[in-house]
């Protein structure tokens, strides 16, 4: 057997929805984690619950990138591939994310029903280059299948890559238990485990490749496992904030299942509302009353809140809003990852609202932006967005264990370090807003009647000129406060003026950075930039820019050679500079830092 | 969660103390013998203003906290309920009135009522129906009687008008109360009774429109109305009560509330309570204190790997 060794390796199961084929990689990356590999995973979920098997949109799978470095996003091309069966096989082979030296293990347990289409698939894959394994399962394993009503076969799979990654069987049975041993009977845990043992056997005896990944250094640093909207529910009890009002829209749901389940052991509450609009008026209520709340959505429950998204800046009552977005518009693909929810947050509510935006691009980032989003939301008494998106939330990796800060209710308390994390010096001690008095209910002598209508200095209801044009001046200034305390964007790597600067934000971070690095060790003189807050922006930004010759952006959005993509028509109107968008992708599918190296590379080749 | 502090003055609440500026509403709308009605009761109860909150959606009605010196929110078209299941939810000791008009409550926000109504969450829902949108200038609502001429519908208006207390009982309203803004005495007691029940209390008062529809609500007439007196209802109103029928109804008859809210006749006082309902307040607010408290610094240690 010959064995490959590789410092970064990726990996996909490929199956039926309601098979547990990301069960079987979370079983897989324990693995790797604790023996000091890096992992960073992408499921891919379909949208509806249970597709009819061996149909294209039944897909349901999970991508596993390891390596010996940290890695900050699911990366290029797949190495290997497993398939349950060639349906599943041929709808991936549509996203074109495979590596050309791909090895394909196929299924061919339903190739005797299914000859013709087996071939077809085959001839399509053998096509591309790609040198595919047929494997059937063994007598014993089908056995045990049957035995388990049909359930059991990511076991097999599982089995087959810990051998081929040459995990040994004991340490893979120890994760296997681990993950079932309280939930299933002894007898079902036994089949699993037998039919696991099948697959590594099969595997080990029967392919004559094998692949090492090289261990990081050992640290004795704490680690975590987790998600990026586990990640954002963890960050929201830390930062303090009690109530947590949604609807249930994919892919922001899982905030509210995570938090229904730990929030109240540390005080808090989930409530979910009648309808998405009801989900953010109760938070308003809960925030107007002096309590701390979030309301989380995706876009179409975006465009529900944004009456009372202005309603909030207009009335001056804090409230965040965490966005996951999906690809659209309407209810477009919701289990699929686009960044086009940018002038939504930014220009959504009618009038000229003001609000502040943060984008999320890493697990530490979605773990202490609700303290930021906090700060921001009652300093400025305005709405502030967290803009996820359906990979961030979804993608999961190892962590160091970050510190948490448990703030409490003076967010003037929150933690230097929060701040210079988000790239920004403490706001002013006193911010003016328009009405005078912010006091809370249960306040004797300081009642008062907060409204969306215009009102003067003392909470009046005013109509006159002037008045309305002093509003906007204050709620505009509590924008430049936050401006004027953003520090010089952090340049990716370690290039500060040269041929392109490539500019990001959210999601495409870790693609992005990636790629810049790469870039620079080959002696290209390509920045990045991956704003954190992306509204308002950094008053140097125009002088940075100039420190480049092109200036170009990275965005899960379209565009094209007429049409500008949000980020870069936003960064246009702020700097005058000639942004442009480089790699505009609307695909559903996360851009790869090879991608963008490439893009960058012919960019400058184009001079 | 910030809590209510005790006002440092001691004497009792006026009517003065409760008064703001002068409210924008037209001469001899209904409006003004509501929010009277609620002052009266404020001070009748001693209801300390700095712990109270009126909300209200968009509409004539929607101005209603600005003329109540309490704590106010003026929220947006529909949604005030919303906004108050957040107080709720958080501030258990404040009192929560809603002041919705019978678009803003069963048009643009029925949805809400829907679930206000389920969730009984503690507080005090004052519809204020005059049966049309008035603000907006005279459009048809919900609640706008067939024929009645409006701006969109000038021809009359096409359909038979929603009853709203019907509504309310098919979806489980806890306490549903009947009565009308010419009648002070009536309107107190019944908002006196609305405070006392802890849950959602509908209040549903017919509220006139000089402006936009003079003829409607005959107040001057008793021929069109009963009041419905019971030992756990709401006495009926003093200055009138001898001049029409006083049916005996006993409010924890749901299929008598039913039956009397099919009707074509108009019944002013208790027509339905329920004082176990569920309420989703403190349904909530018993789960996190029932949790414990864990400790926030911890609170990542659960997916150590």
Redesign the interface.
Known sequence: MSKEVHHIHRMELLMDAGFGAQKAGDILI?AF??SGRYVFIEPMIPAEISPPARSKPALSGTIIRVGDTDLTNIGNDTDILIAQHEIVLDRRLDDEEHNPNCRVLLDIGDQKTNEESYEMVCKRATKLGLKIFPFDLTDTAKADIKALAGKGKNMYYLGMISAMYNVPEETMVEEITATFGKKLKEEVLARNIEIFQEGHHFASNNFDFSFEIASAAESSQ?????DGN?ALS?GI??AGI??V?GYPITPASSIMHTLARSF??????V?Q???E???????????????P?LTATSGPGLSLKQ??IG?ASA?EIPIIIADVQRSGPSTGMPTKTEQSDLLSAIYGAHGDNTQVVIGVGSILDC?YAPQIARYFAEKLRLPVFIMSDFQMANSYK?IP??K???LEENVDEIADEVLEYFGMSRLPDDIEMVRRDQS??????????????NTDEEG??NYFAKSNQRSHAVRNEKIHHVQRSLREPEMIGDCQEGDILVIGWGSTFGALSEAVVSCQKQGLKAGGICFKVIYPLPLMLADIFKRFKRVVTVELAFGDYLKRTPLAMFLRSKTLVNVKPMICRATGRPITPMTIENAIKESLNKE | MTTATEPSSQSPLTIKELNTENPRWCAGCGDFSIIMGIKRFMVNQAIAPHNTVNISGIGCSGRAPFYINTYGVHSIHGRAIPVATGLSLTRPELNLFIHSGDGDAISIGGNHLIHGLNKNFNCVFVLYDNELYALTKSQTSPTTRQGHKTNTQPAGTYLAPIKALRMVLGIGASFVANTADWMPDHLVNTLEAAYRHKGFSFVHVSQRCPHFDPYNFEHKSTDWFSFLTHEKGIPPDKRIADKTEQLQHDPSDLTAAFALANTDRTYFGLLYHDPAKPRYDTLMQEQVAAAGSKDRTKILDKYKI
Not at chain 1, 264 to 269: E, N, T
Not at chain 1, 277 to 291: D, E, L, M, Q
Not at chain 1, 440 to 453: E, F, K, N, S
């Open positions: 324990r984690a604790h704490e680690k975590i496992l987790i586990t963890m009890i830390d009690k109530i009002c109240p052991s540390y005080g808090g509450m409530h509302a009648e309808d609009i009801s989900a953010i008026g109760s938070a308003i209520g809960a925030y107007y009353g002096g309590t709340a009456e009372f309603y009335a773990f190892v264990k970050p948490a800060y448990a809370p209910p249960g306040v004797p002598g300081h009642m008062r009647r907060v409204t969306g209508l009046k209801v």
